[in-house]
Protein backbone atom coordinates (compact mmCIF):
# COMPACT_ATOMS: atom_id res chain seq x y z
CA UNK A 1 0.00 0.00 0.00
CA UNK A 2 1.12 3.33 -0.97
CA UNK A 3 0.73 6.23 1.63
CA UNK A 4 1.12 9.74 0.70
CA UNK A 5 -0.14 13.57 1.71
CA UNK A 6 -1.47 16.43 -0.10
CA UNK A 7 -1.55 19.91 1.16
CA UNK A 8 -1.79 23.47 0.98
CA UNK A 9 -3.80 24.97 -1.44
CA UNK A 10 -4.32 23.05 -4.47
CA UNK A 11 -5.53 24.98 -6.82
CA UNK A 12 -5.46 24.75 -11.14
CA UNK A 13 -1.67 25.97 -11.60
CA UNK A 14 -0.42 23.43 -8.34
CA UNK A 15 -2.41 20.73 -9.63
CA UNK A 16 -0.72 20.91 -13.48
CA UNK A 17 2.80 21.16 -11.69
CA UNK A 18 2.42 18.05 -9.43
CA UNK A 19 0.04 16.12 -11.39
CA UNK A 20 3.13 13.85 -12.99
CA UNK A 21 4.85 12.98 -10.21
CA UNK A 22 1.75 12.12 -8.17
CA UNK A 23 0.47 9.42 -11.02
CA UNK A 24 3.84 8.03 -11.00
CA UNK A 25 3.46 7.95 -7.64
CA UNK A 26 -0.13 6.39 -7.50
CA UNK A 27 -1.61 4.82 -10.84
CA UNK A 28 2.60 3.70 -12.21
CA UNK A 29 2.95 1.53 -8.75
CA UNK A 30 -0.33 0.07 -9.15
CA UNK A 31 -0.93 -0.91 -5.46
CA UNK A 32 -3.59 0.55 -3.16
CA UNK A 33 -3.47 4.00 -2.54
CA UNK A 34 -4.08 6.22 0.29
CA UNK A 35 -4.06 9.53 0.31
CA UNK A 36 -3.95 12.13 3.44
CA UNK A 37 -5.98 15.47 2.93
CA UNK A 38 -5.65 16.65 5.99
CA UNK A 39 -3.17 19.75 5.49
CA UNK A 40 -5.49 20.51 1.99
CA UNK A 41 -7.07 24.32 2.66
CA UNK A 42 -8.35 24.47 -0.75
CA UNK A 43 -9.47 22.03 -3.88
CA UNK A 44 -10.15 23.49 -7.49
CA UNK A 45 -12.12 21.08 -9.48
CA UNK A 46 -8.53 20.13 -11.35
CA UNK A 47 -8.12 18.21 -8.11
CA UNK A 48 -11.04 16.50 -8.23
CA UNK A 49 -10.25 15.34 -11.66
CA UNK A 50 -6.63 14.21 -10.97
CA UNK A 51 -7.73 12.38 -7.90
CA UNK A 52 -10.55 10.94 -10.01
CA UNK A 53 -7.93 9.82 -13.04
CA UNK A 54 -5.65 8.67 -10.71
CA UNK A 55 -8.88 6.57 -8.99
CA UNK A 56 -9.63 5.10 -12.59
CA UNK A 57 -5.79 4.79 -13.88
CA UNK A 58 -5.82 2.06 -10.54
CA UNK A 59 -8.79 0.32 -10.17
CA UNK A 60 -7.58 -0.38 -13.89
CA UNK A 61 -4.89 -2.40 -12.56
CA UNK A 62 -7.35 -3.89 -10.00
CA UNK A 63 -6.08 -1.42 -6.82
CA UNK A 64 -7.94 1.64 -5.32
CA UNK A 65 -7.89 5.15 -4.14
CA UNK A 66 -9.33 6.50 -1.28
CA UNK A 67 -8.84 9.80 0.56
CA UNK A 68 -8.19 10.44 4.90
CA UNK A 69 -9.36 13.28 6.80
CA UNK A 70 -10.24 15.93 4.35
CA UNK A 71 -10.70 19.33 6.37
CA UNK A 72 -15.07 20.03 6.40
CA UNK A 73 -14.95 22.55 3.57
CA UNK A 74 -12.75 19.90 1.06
CA UNK A 75 -14.95 17.32 1.86
CA UNK A 76 -17.70 19.97 1.38
CA UNK A 77 -16.70 20.04 -2.52
CA UNK A 78 -15.42 16.88 -2.72
CA UNK A 79 -19.12 15.99 -2.19
CA UNK A 80 -20.43 18.51 -4.19
CA UNK A 81 -19.05 16.89 -6.85
CA UNK A 82 -20.22 13.77 -6.41
CA UNK A 83 -16.41 12.14 -5.45
CA UNK A 84 -17.51 10.30 -2.55
CA UNK A 85 -19.82 8.00 -4.51
CA UNK A 86 -17.43 6.64 -6.23
CA UNK A 87 -14.06 6.65 -4.25
CA UNK A 88 -13.94 6.44 -0.18
CA UNK A 89 -13.34 9.04 2.27
CA UNK A 90 -12.37 8.23 6.02
CA UNK A 91 -11.40 9.68 8.70
CA UNK A 92 -10.23 6.94 10.65
CA UNK A 93 -6.65 5.53 8.86
CA UNK A 94 -7.23 1.96 10.46
CA UNK A 95 -10.61 1.87 8.58
CA UNK A 96 -9.24 3.40 5.37
CA UNK A 97 -6.18 1.00 5.29
CA UNK A 98 -8.91 -2.05 6.04
CA UNK A 99 -10.97 -0.85 3.11
CA UNK A 100 -8.24 -1.03 0.77
CA UNK A 101 -6.39 -4.16 2.25
CA UNK A 102 -8.44 -6.10 0.28
CA UNK A 103 -7.56 -4.52 -3.58
CA UNK B 1 -1.50 47.54 -17.48
CA UNK B 2 -3.55 46.64 -14.23
CA UNK B 3 -5.34 49.54 -12.95
CA UNK B 4 -4.85 51.33 -9.69
CA UNK B 5 -6.54 49.20 -7.11
CA UNK B 6 -8.84 50.89 -4.99
CA UNK B 7 -10.36 49.97 -1.75
CA UNK B 8 -12.40 52.42 -0.37
CA UNK B 9 -16.22 52.99 1.20
CA UNK B 10 -18.75 55.41 -0.62
CA UNK B 11 -21.08 57.00 1.03
CA UNK B 12 -24.45 54.81 1.75
CA UNK B 13 -22.37 51.88 0.38
CA UNK B 14 -20.41 48.74 1.71
CA UNK B 15 -16.69 49.16 1.25
CA UNK B 16 -15.83 47.25 -1.88
CA UNK B 17 -12.38 45.73 -2.75
CA UNK B 18 -11.63 46.07 -6.55
CA UNK B 19 -8.55 45.11 -8.61
CA UNK B 20 -7.73 44.06 -12.00
CA UNK B 21 -5.44 40.54 -13.03
CA UNK B 22 -4.40 39.50 -16.11
CA UNK B 23 -6.21 35.94 -17.58
CA UNK B 24 -3.73 33.97 -16.50
CA UNK B 25 -3.06 31.06 -14.17
CA UNK B 26 -0.38 31.88 -12.12
CA UNK B 27 -2.40 35.32 -10.98
CA UNK B 28 -4.94 33.39 -9.22
CA UNK B 29 -2.91 32.36 -6.20
CA UNK B 30 -2.48 36.14 -4.99
CA UNK B 31 -6.12 37.58 -6.31
CA UNK B 32 -7.35 34.58 -3.96
CA UNK B 33 -5.24 35.86 -1.49
CA UNK B 34 -6.37 39.29 -1.72
CA UNK B 35 -10.44 38.31 -1.58
CA UNK B 36 -9.62 36.27 1.24
CA UNK B 37 -8.39 38.86 3.11
CA UNK B 38 -10.57 41.22 2.42
CA UNK B 39 -13.53 39.15 3.25
CA UNK B 40 -11.94 37.42 6.90
CA UNK B 41 -11.58 41.07 7.83
CA UNK B 42 -15.37 41.66 7.63
CA UNK B 43 -15.95 39.07 9.58
CA UNK B 44 -17.04 36.35 6.61
CA UNK B 45 -16.69 33.10 7.68
CA UNK B 46 -14.63 30.67 6.41
CA UNK B 47 -17.51 28.47 3.99
CA UNK B 48 -18.44 31.37 3.05
CA UNK B 49 -14.94 32.51 1.80
CA UNK B 50 -14.01 28.84 0.20
CA UNK B 51 -16.88 28.88 -1.92
CA UNK B 52 -16.05 32.69 -3.45
CA UNK B 53 -12.55 31.30 -3.69
CA UNK B 54 -13.75 28.45 -5.41
CA UNK B 55 -15.80 30.78 -8.31
CA UNK B 56 -12.73 32.84 -8.57
CA UNK B 57 -10.50 29.23 -9.59
CA UNK B 58 -13.09 27.86 -11.39
CA UNK B 59 -14.57 30.85 -13.25
CA UNK B 60 -11.11 32.58 -14.02
CA UNK B 61 -9.79 29.15 -15.09
CA UNK B 62 -12.89 29.14 -17.71
CA UNK B 63 -12.38 32.50 -19.18
CA UNK B 64 -8.81 31.55 -19.64
CA UNK B 65 -9.93 28.73 -21.74
CA UNK B 66 -12.93 29.91 -23.49
CA UNK B 67 -13.07 33.50 -23.48
CA UNK B 68 -9.78 34.47 -24.22
CA UNK B 69 -8.30 33.21 -27.64
CA UNK B 70 -4.43 34.77 -27.00
CA UNK B 71 -3.14 33.87 -23.46
CA UNK B 72 -2.02 36.20 -21.10
CA UNK B 73 -3.85 38.99 -23.64
CA UNK B 74 -7.10 39.10 -21.38
CA UNK B 75 -7.53 41.78 -18.23
CA UNK B 76 -10.49 40.18 -15.63
CA UNK B 77 -11.81 42.92 -13.10
CA UNK B 78 -12.42 41.12 -9.61
CA UNK B 79 -14.73 42.88 -7.26
CA UNK B 80 -15.70 42.00 -3.54
CA UNK B 81 -17.44 43.05 -0.64
CA UNK B 82 -20.11 41.86 1.89
CA UNK B 83 -22.92 43.03 3.34
CA UNK B 84 -24.75 41.87 6.80
CA UNK B 85 -26.26 38.69 5.15
CA UNK B 86 -23.80 37.80 2.30
CA UNK B 87 -20.43 38.15 0.62
CA UNK B 88 -20.41 38.87 -2.89
CA UNK B 89 -18.20 39.03 -6.00
CA UNK B 90 -18.41 39.93 -9.15
CA UNK B 91 -15.88 39.03 -12.29
CA UNK B 92 -16.05 40.97 -15.51
CA UNK B 93 -13.67 40.15 -18.46
CA UNK B 94 -13.27 41.26 -21.72
CA UNK B 95 -13.39 38.09 -23.60
CA UNK B 96 -15.44 36.24 -25.92
CA UNK B 97 -18.89 35.82 -25.15
CA UNK B 98 -18.75 32.97 -22.63
CA UNK B 99 -22.36 32.63 -19.94
CA UNK B 100 -21.17 29.88 -17.37
CA UNK B 101 -24.64 29.95 -16.12
CA UNK B 102 -25.76 27.64 -19.30
CA UNK B 103 -22.88 25.48 -19.08
CA UNK B 104 -24.29 22.04 -18.98
CA UNK B 105 -24.05 20.00 -15.66
CA UNK B 106 -21.92 16.95 -15.80
CA UNK B 107 -24.00 13.68 -14.39
CA UNK B 108 -21.77 13.02 -10.85
CA UNK B 109 -23.58 10.31 -9.51
CA UNK B 110 -22.33 7.45 -11.70
CA UNK B 111 -19.78 4.79 -11.35
CA UNK B 112 -15.99 5.22 -11.11
CA UNK B 113 -15.68 4.62 -14.63
CA UNK B 114 -18.67 6.88 -15.72
CA UNK B 115 -17.20 9.74 -13.69
CA UNK B 116 -17.15 12.72 -15.44
CA UNK B 117 -13.28 14.52 -15.65
CA UNK B 118 -15.25 18.06 -17.62
CA UNK B 119 -17.18 20.36 -16.16
CA UNK B 120 -16.84 19.84 -12.63
CA UNK B 121 -15.88 23.64 -11.99
CA UNK B 122 -19.09 25.15 -12.81
CA UNK B 123 -20.57 22.37 -11.17
CA UNK B 124 -18.83 22.81 -7.72
CA UNK B 125 -19.78 27.10 -8.30
CA UNK B 126 -23.25 26.15 -8.72
CA UNK B 127 -23.39 23.66 -5.59
CA UNK B 128 -21.48 25.81 -3.31
CA UNK B 129 -23.23 29.34 -4.13
CA UNK B 130 -26.31 30.41 -3.01
CA UNK B 131 -26.74 33.04 -6.54
CA UNK B 132 -24.97 32.55 -10.15
CA UNK B 133 -25.78 35.31 -12.53
CA UNK B 134 -24.27 36.45 -16.26
CA UNK B 135 -24.55 39.25 -18.29
CA UNK B 136 -23.21 39.89 -21.48
CA UNK B 137 -22.27 44.68 -20.78
CA UNK B 138 -20.40 46.37 -23.69
CA UNK B 139 -19.08 43.15 -25.19
CA UNK B 140 -17.87 41.97 -21.42
CA UNK B 141 -18.35 38.89 -19.73
CA UNK B 142 -20.07 39.74 -15.82
CA UNK B 143 -20.53 36.76 -13.75
CA UNK B 144 -21.74 37.94 -10.38
CA UNK B 145 -22.17 35.28 -7.55
CA UNK B 146 -22.92 35.73 -3.80
CA UNK B 147 -23.11 33.15 -0.60
CA UNK B 148 -25.07 33.66 2.49
CA UNK B 149 -23.22 34.38 5.46
CA UNK B 150 -22.82 32.29 8.44
CA UNK B 151 -21.14 34.85 10.40
Redesign the interface.
Known amino acids: MTTLSLEG?L???TI?AIQPEFMEKTVALKKPVLVDMSQVT?M???C??ML??A??GL?SSGSRLALLRPSP?VE??LK????H???GIYHDEETARESLSGS | MAKPDREASQPEAEPRLCFEIEAA??E??PA?ARVRSFLSERGVD??AI?AI??VI??IV?NAIKYAFRSPGKGQIIIEAFATDSRAELILEDNGDAFNPTEAPDPQ??????D?P??G??I??VR??TDGFDYQRINDRNRVQVWVHRES
Open positions: RDAAMFASLIRVEAKKLKAASGFLVV | LKLSSRAFETEETVNRSLEMIGLGHLEL
